[in-house]
């Protein structure tokens, strides 16, 4: 049976990467190992009823992200309706100093992901048109994807409005509050030694034409004024205030709905649209083509991965699947330490199973047991999980972390090198790991 388990292991772990090369959503092969995973339960002695059970156990964790997913797609919708999302790159392009600009990439990067909490987005939006200014201003366009990532993820791992922070924190059992704040602490080093990294590589790398088009293209399409940033203000605010995030970001968009139908002039059945299906400006162009997408229907295919995912953390639990890891996770961590168990469990998860939200469920389910017997507590384990495995997935480029925003920025794997920050936190936090953090 356990040469069986293998197997399908192998099957399951060489079926993600193919379909990622071969452009199959990774859907098909995650139910086609779950399918698997079933059967071979079956075939041990488990009842269809109690593998059922499980895997609705599973889900039910999900359930809280999942909800906030719905938030995040009908946010990212509301404020590109209502122009944040136009104010933030705007003004944020205009400061750029062109002599520093994979310096400016990446920290306006860092901005744009924590207001939108989405590394996918924030590559969408400013990382398209930070590109499109490195390649007509001649800077390496691998240089700039980099910063670009780098930045990007900086917000998916700490802001109150990321999926990924969610997960971590429903997993765990954790306040999201508390995590932010030990993550915003571990930080500091990983975000000093990039800063410099990135003032080196601007000297070799500045911009020599800033094209404006985009700019001229913004003011068109909206009104700018000041009232169109409190959707995010109220985000911020809400976060300091240590207000649930359902509720901030609810209160976020009905802000962002007024905005856009008393400064932007949308009507109403319009906004409902961009709701379900995501932004569409009015008239063609540059920035049309890139501001464009946000919306519920964005979020169908990471609610079903999530929840997929879900069921084979269930399945894995209550089968006792992982037990031979749980036991190496454990040798391993008596002799390099939990994190560094943790580094290379995570690592591992990323690279086979090709997605983020399976890996971190993975890796929480290998190693939160050990945690509690080293007496570790469940925001040690929350931070090592932010600190690893959710950087480290977009280190791998046929990892979907990783795969979406090199094609997203038309760059290859190449680029990930200049990432200084995903780097900077998993290492530094080899030598922080002892660090005092905030716990309930």
């Known amino acids: 049976m356990k040469y069986e388990k293998l197997v399908i292991f ?16 990774l859907l098909y092969p995650l139910l086609l190992g779950l399918i698997c995973f079933i059967l071979t339960s079956l075939s041990s002695g488990f009842r269809l009823k109690d593998l059922i059970s499980m895997m609705l156990k599973g889900t039910k964790r999900s359930l809280i992200v999942i909800k906030i997913f719905v938030l995040i797609g009908m946010i990212t919708a509301v404020w590109r309706a209502c122009g944040t999302v136009a104010f933030i790159v705007y003004y944020g392009t205009a400061f750029i100093n062109e002599q520093y600009f994979v310096l400016c990439a990446f920290l306006l990067c860092c901005l744009v992901s924590f ?24 800077v390496d366009p691998s240089v700039v994807a980099g910063a670009i990532i780098a930045g990007a993820y900086f917000g998916d791992r700490c802001s109150p ?41 601007s000297q070799g790398h500045p911009l020599v034409f800033h094209d404006d088009r985009i700019g001229r293209e913004i003011l068109q399409l909206f009104d700018l004024s000041m009232m169109v940033l409190l959707p995010a203000l109220i985000i911020l605010v809400a976060a ?114 090709c997605n983020q939200t399976l890996a971190v469920m993975l890796t929480h389910q290998i190693g939160h047991k050990t945690y509690e017997k080293q007496g570790l507590n469940k925001y040690r384990l929350a931070l090592d999980l932010e600190n690893t495995v959710i950087m480290i997935s977009a280190l791998i480029p046929w990892n979907i972390a990783g795969a979406f925003p090199l ?31 905030a716990e309930d």
């Open 10 to 25: 192998i099957v399951f772990f060489v079926g993600l990467p193919f379909s990622i090369i071969k452009g199959i959503p």
């Open 115 to 138: 207001l939108l909490g989405t590394s996918f987005g924030t590559v969408g939006t400013i990382g398209l048109i930070l590109m499109v200014l490195a390649k007509s201003g001649n």
């Open 161 to 201: 409005m990321s999926s990924s922070a969610a997960l971590v924190a429903t997993l765990t059992e954790t306040s999201l509050y508390i995590n932010i704040k030990n993550m915003f602490k571990t930080s500091i080093i990983p975000l000093a030694l990039s800063i410099i990294g990135y003032i080196y590589l």
């Open 240 to 353: 300091v205030m240590k207000i649930d995030v359902k509720i901030s970001m609810g209160l976020s968009i009905v802000a962002g709905i007024l905005i856009a139908v008393f400064t932007q002039h949308q009507t109403l059945p319009e906004i409902m649209k961009y709701i379900m299906q995501g932004y569409s400006a009015a008239s063609p162009g540059l920035f049309a083509d890139i501001i464009k997408g946000g919306g519920l229907y964005s979020m169908i295919n990471v609610t079903l991965i999530v929840l997929i995912s879900s069921a084979y953390s269930g399945i894995f639990e209550g089968t006792g699947f992982l037990k031979d890891i749980e036991h190496l996770f454990q040798r391993i961590s008596q002799r390099l330490g939990a994190y560094l168990a943790t580094m290379l469990t995570g690592t591992t998860a990323a690279a086979f199973s």
């Open 407 to 437: 094609a997203a920025l038309s760059v290859d794997s190449g680029s990930l090198i200049y990432a200084l920050y995903l780097f900077m936190v998993p290492l530094t936090n080899i030598f922080t790991g002892k660090m005092r953090i």
